[in-house]
Every structure is written in C-alpha cells, then in structure tokens.
C-alpha cells in the first residue's frame, strides 16, 4: 500500500520513494522512483546519526515530524503510519549493519591471527612491517624487528609428540607476548619462527630485548605429562630505517637469526 506522506511524494512500505508528477492539463505522468524528499532524508539521516551498534526503538512520529519540519496539523494517521514505516526500516538497517560490523570485526580478526598460538600470523605480520618501514621513511624514526627460531623443535616432536611441540609452540608465543610492549607486535612467521617489531627502539634496546626474551624461554621449561622440557631460541635483530621494503627488513633479521644458530653449532 503506497502512502502520500509529501505533496507530490509518495512513500512505499519497501522503502521506495514515488514522485507523482502532475501537467497543467490534470493529466498524471508516470510515476518514478527517487530519493526522498528532503524533509524525511534529513530526519532518516538524523535518527541514522544517533544510533549505535545497539539500535534502540523508533523514536515518536511526533518527534520525526519535527526533525522533518512538518506541523501537527500534516501529522495525519496517514503520515503518521508513514513515518512509522520509516523509522522502523531506519531501526531494521541500523540493526542489521551493527551485526555486519560485529561479523567483519570477527572475520578480521580470525584472518590476522594464528590459526595456533594467540599472535599474528605472518601476513598479518608483514603488513604491520610494512606500516613500521613506511613511518620510518616518513619520520626518520627507525623501530627494530626480531627474528626467533626454536633450537631443536623437531627432536621435541619426535621425542615427545606432535602435541608436545605445539604445546612449545603455544608457551614460547605467550612468553613472547606477555613481555613485549603494547605497542609491540608478536607473530609466527611459521612452523618454530616468530617474529617480534620493536617500535622505536633501537639497535642497542633491540638486541638488549632479544637477548632477555631469549633468555626468559630458556629458563621457563615446558611442562609436559610431568616432564620438563627445557627450550631455547635462536634469535637475530635488525634494526631499519624506511629505506628498505618490509620483506628485505625481515629477510636481514632472519639472516641474522641464521648466523647466530650457525655459530651455535660450531660451539656445540
């Protein structure tokens, strides 16, 4: 049922607006779809405005018509079941894009993070890099990445099962977390890597942080079926500068990650 809510306008319960367009003769010229008057888009958009995820009940007609500037006497049943019509599809979408927004939310968040431990994973790592590299170029205010590599994941898989190892994994990943600024960012970068950026810090802070995290993991066993498992990481650090892309940042870090577990060896 169409309802005349406007002179010339008439407003559909699907949400359609319908300009009736009359010529001088009386005859009338087709209808045609279009916006709303501007009336009733200043009083949809003001009762959009207010709303927040948590929609709450129409307000009035009464109310409506004075966002919409029309006079108790065009508050006719007609316009008022109008206006009704309206605020309630305007509650109906306003619902629905809250939900929408708690599901795109929901589905961000799954896509940036590990499907196993609680950090990033490494795409979502690699942008964070990206936007670390891009500040750094703008401001000349370098920040620093860390590169981990677990020492002899696979003998604790083989020693004491898969579900051992990704206990090691899920520890080394809190451990990491738990002692890194707010502002840092954790990732695994995937199978026994992770990755950790330092905003602004320094070579000097990085590598004070990297050995302090490494040494942390190395004094934490992992406790499993009543055995201690003792870990330990390799780690390398590079700090940069924005004159180099995220990719190379972390490629040099990973390169240093790799000649300090070389060197280990050869001790060994």
Known sequence: MAIQLFAGFWYLPDGVWMKIERTQSGRTNAAKPVRAPDQAAQAAQAYGAAGTEQASAPP??????TIAGLTEADLTPKVRQALDLLMTEVQRMREELGQARHRINYLEKLADEDTLVPVANRRAFVREMSRMVAYAERY?????????DINGFKEINDQHGHAAGDAALRQIAELLAENVRESDIVGRLGGDEFGVILAQASPEVAAEKAASLSALIATTPLDWEGTAITLSVSYGVYSFSGKEDAGEALQRADQAMYAQKNSRAVGD
């Open 60 to 65: 009035p007609a009464g109310d409506i018509a």
């Open 140 to 148: 000349g205010d370098g920040s620093s990445v860390l590169y981990f």
